[in-house]
């Protein structure tokens, strides 16, 4: 009977652990990185960055999630850096609205990359709020 309550524990456990990692259904546990973009302390944005993998024809990708219903457009500004040379500069925005996510393909082949995820806060001149920049590798 104790073996049979601890395997009931166990598989207990594995279970929670299982649904944590599948459980959003956002793109967060393939990534290699990701940034964050907060508004009135919660969660506006989500940027992750994705290695080159065999399911989007060998090139890198970013999922792009706008996280609040508050009317407000996401974007990513990123830039990219081969043999030490900027090789792209661009911005990819998501507008399709609260709990989309986008997706992005970049380049294949080895680069590196600085990027950051902000809100649209439609409102010139005043700054964007952005996340801190990130930095990765493909």
């Not at 992750?48 to 970013?62: D, K, L, V, Y």
């Not at 830039?79 to 609205?97: H, P």
Request: with cysteine; glycine share 8%; proline share 1%.
């Amino acid at each position: 009977m104790v073996v049979r309550n601890a395997l009931t524990r166990v598989c207990a456990v594995a279970a929670l652990a299982i649904m944590a990692l599948l459980g959003s259904g956002e793109a967060a546990f393939a990534a290699s990185s990701n940034a964050v973009t907060y508004t009135d302390k919660t969660r506006a944005g989500e940027a992750w960055f994705n290695r080159s993998a065999a399911s989007h024809g060998g090139h890198a990708w970013f999922d792009l999630y706008d996280a609040k219903c508050d009317n407000h457009e996401v974007y990513i500004e990123y830039i990219t850096i081969q043999d030490g040379t900027v090789a792209d500069q661009k911005t990819f925005y998501n507008d399709g609205g609260c709990t989309t996510t986008w997706g992005k393909n970049l380049d294949s082949g080895h680069f590196a990359i600085q990027y950051r995820v902000c809100v649209d806060d439609k409102w010139w001149p005043v700054v964007d709020t952005c996340s801190g920049w990130k930095y990765d590798t493909n």
